[in-house]
């Protein structure tokens, strides 16, 4: 009887911990499978609550900048359709398309991972406080109100400052195709990609409209950190074409 007590508390404890891995994997899976940021492209973080913000920081450099843009900024609408408040407007891509950029998350919708992973290298990181005011220029609207608007300024002050340094190494050369009928989206799409690292050596129309966002390289090139912030970034799929080590294509469809 001893021994048999002895061989059900042995399966007990096997059943126990067999559950308690279980579960550990199940939360692993749940705060990393899921998280936007690849660990070695630039971290950028959009706050649209309570004023807007852009934090980024580079991994590759430990150096990090918190950007802080005025209440009365005013942003075009999606699709450039209207004008809003950024802080009103409670949408980050918005404020990336606007600021033609790509942003790892919002804030407030971050992953546990993300979170987990922002928290431990902001520890680290040499942080910057920078007014965004500086490359803003002041208007009137038709009712007499002051607001204020990116000037052209701007984009090249993006490159310098939201450049990954792990993107601009790999020197990836990317075509964007617009497949959609709305004019002037892959100069939209590829001022966004240049701010990050990325090289664009051409805009085209595709004349076969695709649904949402692909991006096609060589299968040797497939994990490369340019082509995965694409993918990740604009929540594009994946496939395979025959291209070079260094060259890439994004294609932007309908969605």
Do not use: H
Request: net charge positive; proline share 2%; aromatic share 10%.
């Amino acid at each position: 009887m001893p021994k048999l007590k002895s061989q059900k508390s042995k399966l007990k404890l096997f059943i126990f911990l067999t559950l308690v891995i279980c579960l550990g994997f199940s939360i692993f899976y749940l705060m990393f499978s899921r998280r936007a940021w690849d660990g070695q492209s630039r971290f950028t973080v959009i706050y649209v609550n309570k004023g807007v913000r852009v934090v980024s920081f580079d991994p590759q450099t430990g150096e990090g900048i918190k950007i802080n843009f005025p209440q009365s900024w005013v942003i075009a609408g999606s699709g450039g359709r209207g004008e809003w408040l950024a802080e009103k407007s409670g949408r980050a891509d918005l404020v990336a398309e606007n600021l033609g950029i790509l942003y790892t998350a919002e804030a407030s919708r971050m992953t546990w991972g993300d979170r987990l992973q922002w928290w431990w290298w902001g520890r680290k990181i040499k942080w910057r406080e920078i007014d965004g005011q500086q490359w803003m220029k002041k208007e009137q609207t038709v009712d007499g109100v002051e607001v204020w608007k990116l000037d052209e300024r701007w984009d090249t002050t993006a490159k310098e400052m939201l450049t990954s340094s792990a993107v601009q190494k790999e020197r990836l050369e990317v075509t964007v195709v617009n497949t959609t009928l709305i004019p002037g989206l892959a100069a939209e799409v590829a001022r966004m990609l240049e701010s990050s690292g990325l090289r664009v050596v051409a805009t085209q129309t595709g004349e076969a409209e695709i649904k949402g966002c692909r991006v096609t390289s060589s299968k040797q090139s497939k994990f490369k950190i340019g082509v995965m912030l694409m993918v990740k970034a604009l929540g594009c799929i994946w496939s395979e074409a025959e291209l070079g080590e260094n060259e890439a294509e994004l294609f932007f469809g309908q969605r």
